[in-house]
């Protein structure tokens, strides 16, 4: 098997491209896409047009078989609405587990069905991948042993570690990894968010509302490239970044003008893929109810639309609306996610956003 594509991301130009030549390639690159180490999984890559360009990646959970065709109506209807001509499809189970078969065969099936060819179909066991579409002297029936990114470093892993990719062990340790800070870092963070919400209080109940909004876009900014400088976050300024961001028109200029323009108008540039690790750092600092929704929301904004990592973004939705139920930008865009809109979708809405009707709007 040979495939030629980019990462499986929000259709961005600017990134290298990730090129899958083997099935083991793609096993390779399968856990950076997800953000973490599958198991009991089904992760399916959209392939787009003639080069077969990565588009969306599902995962959901290894559905047993009385589920299979449910559930593969459901990743391939998704697979359809982000435009692919192909996909990839891996399965993740134990060597003895036989759901992964029904699985991979509905999957199969329903892409028949759409006309979406599948470039290759794997299942990972036990350290060991095996094709079903292939069964020839260079795919031994033992299965073919995975490579070890640490032992054997390869192009792909190359690629998508020098874009900043990581994986987890595990998707409870994605979720941990944006877990609220313990310790005296949280008792400083506490006692220093409530000083900030009553200074916010104070700003958004007179005629400041609009000199507090820009300071917390232009310390956000400058954050953005600090923490890139490597500079450790202070407990004040951090706290003033959360706190500022719940208004909704410093929320809204930091999610970008498109974006910003679905919840009610914003100004200036976007803040794109570098602010990753800001919004996550924030994200860990909310300590105080209702704070949290509003940076967990820009975390799972910049993970799907500009690193195309869904995982991430599902985690950081969780945190948001566990926070606040009814926070509108979280609950449009889960419902993005579950919808199966893919980010490149997203982002014809948000560069011309009068171009398509269809484009919902969220506050």
């Given at each position: 098997?040979?495939?030629?594509?980019?990462?499986?991301?929000?259709?961005?130009?600017?990134?290298?491209?990730?090129?899958?030549?083997?099935?083991?390639?793609?096993?390779?690159?399968?856990?950076?896409?997800?953000?973490?180490?599958?198991?009991?999984?089904?992760?399916?890559?959209?392939?787009?047009?003639?080069?077969?360009?990565?588009?969306?990646?599902?995962?959901?959970?290894?559905?047993?078989?009385?589920?299979?065709?449910?559930?593969?109506?459901?990743?391939?209807?998704?697979?359809?609405?982000?435009?692919?001509?192909?996909?990839?499809?891996?399965?993740?189970?134990?060597?003895?587990d036989p759901s992964p078969d029904a699985a991979v065969q509905a999957v199969l099936e329903a892409c028949r069905r759409e006309t979406i060819a599948v470039a290759e179909a794997l299942r990972v066991a036990d350290g060991r991948w095996t094709s079903y579409s292939c069964r020839g002297a260079c795919c031994p029936a033992a299965g073919t042993p995975l490579r070890d990114r640490l032992t054997e470093p390869s192009a792909c892993a190359a690629t998508?570690?020098?874009?900043?990719?990581?994986?987890?062990?595990?998707?409870?340790?994605?979720?941990?990894?944006?877990?609220?800070?313990?310790?005296?870092?949280?008792?400083?963070m506490r006692a220093r968010l409530d000083d900030e919400v009553e200074g916010f209080l104070a700003a958004a109940g007179g005629d400041r509302r609009r000199d507090h909004a820009d300071a917390t876009v232009e310390l956000v900014r400058r954050w953005v490239d600090r923490l890139q400088r490597g500079d450790a976050l202070p407990v004040d300024e951090a706290a003033r970044m959360i706190?500022?961001?719940?208004?909704?028109?410093?929320?809204?200029?930091?999610?970008?003008?498109?974006?910003?323009?679905?919840?009610?108008?914003?100004?200036?540039?976007?803040?794109?893929?570098?602010?990753?690790?800001?919004?996550?750092?924030?994200?860990?600092?909310?300590?105080?109810?209702?704070?949290?929704?509003?940076?967990?929301?820009?975390?799972?904004?910049c993970a799907y639309l500009d690193h195309g990592n869904g995982a991430l973004a599902n985690v950081a939705l969780d945190r948001a609306l566990?926070?606040?139920?009814?926070?509108?930008?979280?609950?449009?865009?889960?419902?993005?996610?579950?919808?199966?809109?893919?980010?490149?979708?997203?982002?014809?809405?948000?560069?011309e956003p009068d171009a398509d009707t269809r484009a919902p709007r969220a506050g």
């Open positions: 098997m040979s495939l030629s594509g980019s990462r499986a991301t929000a259709g961005r130009d600017d990134r290298p491209l990730l090129r899958l030549r083997s099935p083991a390639d793609v096993c390779e690159a399968v856990p950076y896409l997800v953000g973490f180490e599958p198991t009991g999984s089904l992760v399916l890559i959209s392939l787009r047009g003639p080069r077969k360009q990565a588009g969306l990646a599902i995962r959901v959970d290894l559905p047993d078989a009385a589920h299979a065709w449910a559930v593969a109506d459901l990743v391939v209807e998704h697979l359809r609405r982000d435009g692919a001509g192909a996909a990839l499809v891996v399965a993740y189970a134990d060597a003895a998508l570690t020098a874009e900043g990719r990581q994986v987890l062990p595990s998707r409870s340790a994605l979720v941990s990894s944006i877990a609220p800070v313990e310790g005296l870092l949280a008792t400083a706190v500022g961001l719940s208004d909704r028109e410093a929320r809204d200029r930091c999610l970008g003008g498109g974006m910003g323009g679905l919840g009610g108008g914003a100004e200036g540039p976007p803040l794109g893929a570098d602010a990753l690790e800001l919004w996550r750092e924030l994200v860990r600092r909310a300590l105080l109810p209702g704070l949290a929704a509003p940076v967990a929301t820009l975390l799972a904004a566990v926070d606040q139920p009814a926070y509108a930008m979280a609950q449009y865009l889960l419902a993005m996610l579950e919808g199966g809109i893919a980010p490149s979708t997203v982002r014809e809405w948000l560069e």
